[in-house]
């Protein structure tokens, strides 16, 4: 879909930043915000385009540069930390090859460090894209990223 179709959805009221900005980056197959995707959303909301980069920047979850097909966002909140989420990441950069904020040569996944992701009984906790996994250990994430590679 075109930035413009997505644009048209949306009615060009302030308030609808945040969903135009989610559904720009959602569209593009390398899950980030272009500087073209950020100037029509300035034209449509009648805004200045550094107030909607001041946005896209302010907010973890809008990336600005090119990422996998596949974030990971991996939570270094409290709880997490307790439940030994560092070493989720390790656990992760080891089975990928990447480190934290990276992204994998062949473009499927990127990983990031992410603040609660409100699993906090679930810990420790990442997401992939929208989908949410708890209680992860080694052997878990292993398995986990093994199926993402089949996608
Ligand atoms: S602290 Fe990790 S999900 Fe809340």
């Known amino acids: 879909m075109s930035t413009k ?3 048209e959805k949306f009615e060009p009221r302030r308030q609808n930043l945040l969903m135009i900005l989610h559904a720009l980056q ?4 390398q899950n980030y ?3 073209e995707a950020l100037g029509e959303t300035a034209k449509h909301l009648k805004l200045t385009k550094s ?4 946005v896209a920047k302010y907010y ?11 974030v990971i966002r991996v ?4 709880v997490c930390e307790l439940m030994k989420g560092q070493e989720v990441i390790g656990h992760l950069e080891n089975v990928l090859g990447i480190k934290s904020g990276e992204t994998t040569p062949c473009g499927t996944f990127t990983l990031e460090i992410a603040e609660c992701l409100g699993q906090c009984q679930e ?3 990442m997401m992939i894209n929208e989908k949410v996994f708890n209680h992860l250990d080694e052997q878990k994430i292993r398995e986990v990223i093994t199926e993402y590679r089949k996608w």
């Not at 959602?26 to 197959?29: R, S």
């Open 75 to 78: 939570c270094v909140s409290a």
């Open 123 to 125: 810990a420790p906790s």
């Open 33 to 35: 915000l272009t500087e």
């Open 60 to 70: 973890t979850m809008f990336s600005l540069k090119p990422r996998g097909k596949f």
């Open 26 to 29: 959602d569209n593009h197959p």
């Open 5 to 7: 179709q997505i644009l």
């Open 51 to 54: 107030s909607v980069y001041g």
